[in-house]
Each structure stands twice: as structure tokens, then as C-alpha cells.
Antibody
Framework: EVQLVESGGGLVQPGGSLRLSCAASGFTFSTHAMDWVRQAPGRGLEWVSEISGSGIYKQYRDSVKGRFTIFRDNAKSSLYLQMNSLWAEDTAIYYCARRQVISTMSNGAFDIWGRGTMVTVSS | EIVLTQSPATLSLSPGERATLSCRVS??????LAWYQQKPGQAPRLLID???KRATGIPARFSGSGSGTDFTLTISSLEVEDFAVYYC?????????FGGGTKVEIK
């Protein structure tokens, strides 16, 4: 079964750090770009970051650049998000999501999602 | 940043009725648009990619259309399990962006 399972969320004080993990199974992890998408309580979906299958290429939304780092370990079929200098505005459920492979040069939509891990930034 | 505007914000319909959801995009994305369904307490589920291609296992009552800046998700005859929030998302340029969502509720 194709599956993504996030972990590492919790309560952290403003300015603190957390590392999220996403364990993948049931597919060839290294062939897919992977993303983090978040959802603040009662709000819509917000894309956070993407990493290519090789791990070479990375993209971030402006509000997390310089604070968040996405990385992966293909040998362990795992995706990570290191989050530093957390703000209250980062409070959200963080979802790990797989990009569909359309071709070697193109990725499709998010076809597989984990159940999410909650991050709460509060004093 | 490409902005996606979904309308209406809420759609109140009865089972068996047709639902028509709109997603207007601030600049052309070709057909690089997807639709997702999200139920309370669950992760989003992919319904449609490439504006009109149903994802694996998605019932035929869901259809997508449009290109450029105007897109539509149609549910031909609502089932009870279709009452949920629907999001559109563009993958044409960075940052990837989502619409604000349309809630389809039971009338």
C-alpha cells in the first residue's frame, strides 16, 4: 500500500525549532518530488516547500525561506522539514505530499498525502 | 504569485443535485490545474489533474473543465459522501498556490 506517515509535530515556543519527518512506503521514493503543505486551523491549504527526487532541487515559499530546510534520505524513504525561528503564524497541520510523475521533466499534482502532523507555536 | 479565486465560498445543495464550482486564476496556467476534496479531519484527496483528467479511482460524476484562467469542477449528481470542501491548485509556477476553497454543504 502506498503510504506517507508524518511525525515530529508538537508544541514549541516562538523562536524555537522542530524537525518533521515523513516516512514513505509502497512506492519508489527516489523517483518522486516531495512536498510539505500546511493548513492553519480552520483555514485553507498552503504550499510550503518541495524537493526533487534526487534532492538537488528545492523550492520554498517566501515566508519560510531562510527558516525552513527541506531534505530527504532516499535510502530510508524519508522526507524531512527542519523548521527554525518558528512564529505563531507557522501553527498548522503539516502534510507530506507526493508529486505525480508526468515525465522526466514534469511533475503533476499531489496524488498521495499523509494524515498530517500538528505544529503549534505558542508561549 | 498566482492567485486562485474560488466561488462560491459555500454551495448549499441536496443529494442528487448538480454542483458547479468555479476557480478563476490571476494569470494563465494552461491546463496545469488540479482539484482536491477534503473532508473534516482528513487529508486532501486528489480528484482531477491537468484540468480535466480524473485521478485513479475517482467516480465519473466528477468532471473538470477549462484552461487558461477559468476552470470548473462539476459533480453531476451529489452523493452524501461528496459534501466536503473542494480546493483548486495551480502547478504552473512557483510558488504553488491553492484557492481558498468551496464548501459544498447539505441543504
Amino acid at each position: 500500500e502506498v503510504q506517507l506517515v508524518e511525525s515530529g509535530g508538537g508544541l514549541v515556543q516562538p523562536g524555537g525549532s522542530l524537525r518533521l519527518s515523513c516516512a514513505a512506503s509502497g512506492f519508489t521514493f527516489s523517483t518522486h518530488a516531495m512536498d510539505w503543505v500546511r493548513q492553519a486551523p480552520g483555514r485553507g491549504l498552503e504550499w510550503v516547500s518541495e524537493i526533487s527526487g534526487s534532492g538537488i532541487y528545492k523550492q520554498y515559499r517566501d515566508s519560510v525561506k531562510g527558516r525552513f530546510t527541506i531534505f530527504r534520505d532516499n535510502a530510508k524513504s524519508s522526507l524531512y522539514l527542519q523548521m527554525n525561528s518558528l512564529w505563531a503564524e507557522d501553527t498548522a497541520i503539516y502534510y507530506c505530499a507526493r508529486r505525480q510523475v508526468i515525465s522526466t521533466m514534469s511533475n503533476g499534482a499531489f496524488d498521495i498525502w499523509g494524515r498530517g502532523t500538528m505544529v503549534t507555536v505558542s508561549s | 504569485e498566482i492567485v486562485l479565486t474560488q466561488s462560491p465560498a459555500t454551495l448549499s445543495l441536496s443529494p442528487g443535485e448538480r454542483a458547479t464550482l468555479s476557480c478563476r486564476v490571476s494569470q494563465s496556467v494552461g491546463t496545469q490545474l488540479a482539484w482536491y476534496q477534503q473532508k473534516p479531519g482528513q487529508a486532501p484527496r486528489l480528484l482531477i489533474d491537468d484540468a480535466s483528467k480524473r485521478a485513479t479511482g475517482i467516480p465519473a460524476r466528477f468532471s473538470g473543465s477549462g484552461s487558461g484562467t477559468d476552470f470548473t469542477l462539476t459533480i453531476s449528481s451529489l452523493e452524501v459522501e461528496d459534501f466536503a470542501v473542494y480546493y483548486c491548485q495551480q502547478r504552473n509556477s512557483w510558488p504553488l498556490t491553492f484557492g481558498g476553497g468551496t464548501k459544498v454543504e447539505i441543504k
